[in-house]
């Protein structure tokens, strides 16, 4: 039986909208303005956006772009705009388990992004978890108000969830958090932290974008011990695992060339002061609580749970202990995670290029944050020779 001259024209206008559909998203997986454009569209359509804080988290990636000079501008949770750092904030909790933007390379799903912030070099997008954002609030806020320590705060966010703090956090429970100056000491800690993290990032962006060999790149590892022991244990590992981590060197220190730029505003201080230094040191001992915490669900050696216990506090120590999965991860690599910059020698190294600016805190002193590094080296150092006898076994 013949086709009518109706049905041709319906063949032929699907073949054209097949034909199109399928153009866009070869151009989108091609062309990092066209992916960045989808990425945003993906993100907004399936509401995985959200709003939290963006006066105050926009107000420090503006003073960092400009401090860096090499965007005109950036883009918090707008359509994709080519040239600028856009960045976009999600809620890991909200992610769905398989990868959302797969079709474009880029890995973001609960694992990936979970407590942490990460950049995709090709299109400049800068994507970061509003868990971390509220983490480092409340963490930041029971220091910095309560005189908690920040292991303990760390550890009791983590053992409670994120959502027993909501009273700290959520802006319409606690106006303070939209009214709070630029130096009180809880903003300082907290804004600190974001900054260093997104200057971080920032560094993969730029590096990455202007240098192939600078963009990281997935690794792949013969068995599990080189995995623990790459991220642990560098001086154990080949010198083809290393690569990695003198990238992520060259974005720490292009955050801190960025910092030693910013101040604080005039008139907020009775002499000037670098704005980000004092909240980027002290992410340090956040991340380094934050992975301590890790540890008790990795480790088998009883000498780490008996330091973990002392550095935490007895009633944080058994909560966390009551929540800890039935088989470990048996990995150490939670230590050193890929997505954002945890690697705390590494990280404390660049920082303290921050003491040459003439308006540094610890300006020919030593950092407060030099007893925290000892401790995590001991912790480190034990973990690290437990690894090498399970390996020799």
């Known amino acids: 039986m013949g086709c009518t001259p109706m049905f041709h024209r319906l063949i032929a206008i ?9 153009s866009f998203w070869s151009d989108a997986r091609a062309n990092p303005t066209a992916t960045g454009a989808a990425v945003y569209q993906t993100l907004r359509d399936r509401g995985l956006l959200e709003d939290y804080l963006n006066d105050a988290v926009g107000e420090i990636a503006g003073t960092l772009v400009e401090a860096s ?6 883009r918090l949770n ?13 809620d890991s909790s909200r992610l769905p388990e398989a990868n959302v933007l797969e079709e474009y390379g880029i890995d973001l799903a609960p694992y990936s992004i979970r407590g942490n912030a990460m950049a995709h070099e090709e299109t400049g997008i800068l994507f970061v978890d509003t868990g971390l954002l509220k983490s480092l609030l409340v963490a930041a806020v029971l220091f910095g108000e309560s005189g908690v320590d920040t292991p303990m705060a760390v550890g009791a966010i983590r053992a409670r969830g994120i959502g027993a703090f909501r009273q700290i956090w959520d802006p319409s429970v606690n106006p303070a958090l939209e009214s709070a100056g630029y130096a009180d000491r809880w903003v300082m800690l907290s804004s600190g932290a974001l900054a260093f993290i997104l200057a971080h990032e920032m560094g993969h962006i730029y590096l990455g974008g202007t240098d192939v060999s600078q963009r990281r790149k997935p690794m792949r590892f013969e068995d ?5 022991l790459h991220w642990a244990c560098s001086d154990l590992v080949d010198d083809r695992y290393r690569a990695h981590q003198r990238i992520e ?3 720490d220190d292009f955050a801190v060339e960025i910092l030693s730029k910013i101040q604080f505003p005039d008139g907020v201080l009775t002499r000037p002061l670098l704005r980000y230094e004092l909240g980027a040191r002290w992410y340090i001992v956040y991340s380094l609580s934050d992975q301590m915490v890790e540890t008790l669900y990795a480790t088998e050696s009883q000498n780490v749970l008996s330091a973990m216990r002392q550095l935490l506090g007895a009633e944080v120590y058994e909560e966390l202990i009551a929540a800890r999965p039935s088989s470990g991860k048996g990995s150490i690599h939670v230590f050193f995670p890929k ?35 000892a401790l995590f080296e001991m912790v480190l150092s034990m973990e690290c020779r437990n690894l090498e006898e399970r390996r020799r076994r």
């Open 224 to 228: 599990k011990a080189d995995k623990d």
């Open 69 to 74: 000079g090499h965007w005109p501008g950036y």
């Open 14 to 22: 699907a073949l054209l909208c097949s034909l199109s559909a399928s």
């Open 339 to 373: 997505s954002h910059p945890a690697n705390i020698r590494r990280a404390s190294v660049s920082l303290g290029k921050l003491d040459q600016s003439p308006y540094s805190l610890y300006h020919d002193e030593p950092s407060s944050t030099s007893a925290d590094i």
């Open 78 to 90: 707008g359509p994709y705009a080519s040239g600028q750092v856009n960045i976009y904030l999600v």
């Open 249 to 251: 060197q060259d974005a």
